[in-house]
């Protein structure tokens, strides 16, 4: 069999490919049992018991979404976060330093600056501060004003990510495989997840249930007579990063779930948030791939021209964009190196915490979960000639891709196309 060749900027960086094995059938899409008689009668009672599964509301745009859920963000909330030079969203007066040497907090003390809090990171071999910015001080000039001060050391903002697709707004695992998730919260008292360990991580172990969180997880391990997700057999690790918290999504909480993760031993993970570049959680996604995890991320809904968004932009991160039920790139999903697959991510349906149930899903952020479920069927836990294994059979087996490339716009191909449930299937 001849594999794909490699995407150099997303693979050689991180891992040593070794040969696929064989490919994985794709699982079908159950369907809803109809009477064997349908008349005005039947016709009524079909279509009321679909109105309460599925939440038709039509959804967003996605091409301005992210811009405009961050501007939202800051208006809404500016004693707890602030925009960075850039725009982009940071909790207000912080900044994070990894593993700090004592002379580089001494100095960052002299500077004004309070450590007021530690985020061990035993299974990285490393540690993230957090450090409290002085009243009346401005955080980006104490950001240039660190990393001048201690040129090896790594300073930046606590940038929030979101979610990079359209969902509405609310409020030890036995399985053969496992995969994990950094998210919303999931609603584990949802029927899809009625047979699947979850494990999870957050929020001081209250749950707060998450519209996005849900859809995702149900794309993954989510098994019902309606839905069916791409890895139903395996067990959930799932880490909320958000907890309901206007600063949910901050980078120092997405980097002390993955250290959870990773002690966790979980292969691969799902990642479907998008936001700037950051130091810091750059060096917690390159000190996992080290370690043989697989992380995947959604590309994005900013445009077919906008600039990267992270972490799907980190070098060996998987990028997973969306396409329709024709197989097109969506048009508001971003292109270009970072894209490495693409999966389903339009008419389509997913889990919703409370009623109706069900509502329809959009973007890349819905793609992601179908490409990391695929993969953790292949690495159970992490190891890096495994890793690259899992992606060059992933690889092989996806659809649309032209041989001897990889596409800006697609990546390797299309892979899960059945795995796609169309709102049509609850009419």
């Known amino acids: 069999m001849k594999f794909p ?38 016709l009524d009672r079909l279509r009321r018991p679909a109105e309460q599964l599925l939440q038709r509301a039509p959804l967003p745009e996605l091409g301005s979404l992210r811009l405009d859920t961050v501007r939202a963000l800051l208006r809404r909330h500016p004693a707890v976060l602030e925009a960075d030079p850039r725009g982009e969203p940071a909790v207000r007066g912080e900044i994070l330093a990894w593993s700090p040497t004592t002379a580089a907090l001494e100095a960052a003390s002299r500077a004004g600056l309070v450590a007021v809090r530690e985020e061990a990171l035993p299974a990285l071999g490393d540690r993230l501060v957090v450090l409290r910015v002085p009243a ?44 994990g998730l950094v998210d919303g919260g999931v609603d584990a008292a949802h029927a899809v997840f009625g047979a699947t360990p979850i494990t999870r991580w957050g929020c001081g172990g209250r749950l ?28 959930l690790y799932a880490a909320d990063v958000y907890c309901g918290d206007p ?17 966790q031993q979980v292969g691969v993970i799902n990642i479907s948030l998008v936001g700037p570049p950051n130091a810091l ?12 995890h697989l992380l995947v991320a959604a590309v994005g809904n900013d445009g077919p021209n906008a600039p990267p968004l992270y ?25 270009g190196p970072q894209v490495m697959f693409a999966a389903p991510g339009s008419q389509m349906v997913s889990a919703a915490p409370g009623a109706p149930p069900y509502r329809q899903v959009r973007g890349t952020s819905f793609a992601a979960p179908i490409v990391a479920a ?35 716009e697609i990546g390797y191909g299309i892979v899960g196309a059945r795995l796609r449930t169309d709102p049509s299937e609850l009419r």
């Open 374 to 408: 695929l993969l953790a069927e292949r690495l159970p836990k992490p190891d890096r000639a495994a890793a690259a294994a899992a992606l060059m059979a992933l690889a092989a087996e996806a659809a649309g891709g032209k041989p001897g490339s990889v596409s800006s």
């Open 311 to 335: 972490p799907a932009g980190y070098p060996g991160v998987v990028g997973v964009t969306g396409v329709d039920r024709r197989g097109k790139p969506l048009p508001e999903a971003a292109r």
């Open 208 to 235: 707060v249930p998450d519209a996005h969180g849900t859809a995702v997880a149900a794309l993954m391990v989510g098994r019902s007579e309606v839905l069916r997700g791409a890895a139903p057999e395996a067990a």
């Open 5 to 42: 060749p490699v995407n150099t900027c997303k693979l050689v960086a991180v891992f040593a490919l070794a040969a696929a094995g064989p490919a994985h059938g794709q699982l079908g899409l159950p369907r809803l049992p109809l009477p064997q008689q349908i008349g005005p009668v039947e």
């Open 136 to 179: 009346g001080a401005a955080t980006a000039d104490l950001v240039e004003r660190l990393r001048a001060l201690d040129p090896q050391g790594t300073y930046d903002f606590n940038h929030v990510y979101t979610g990079s697709g359209a969902a509405p707004g609310l409020p030890e695992g036995s399985g053969a495989a496992r995969v």
């Open 247 to 263: 600063a949910g999504g901050a980078a120092d909480r997405i980097a002390a779930a993955l250290g959870w993760l990773a002690r």
């Open 281 to 292: 959680l750059g060096r917690a996604i390159a000190a996992m791939q080290a370690r043989g």
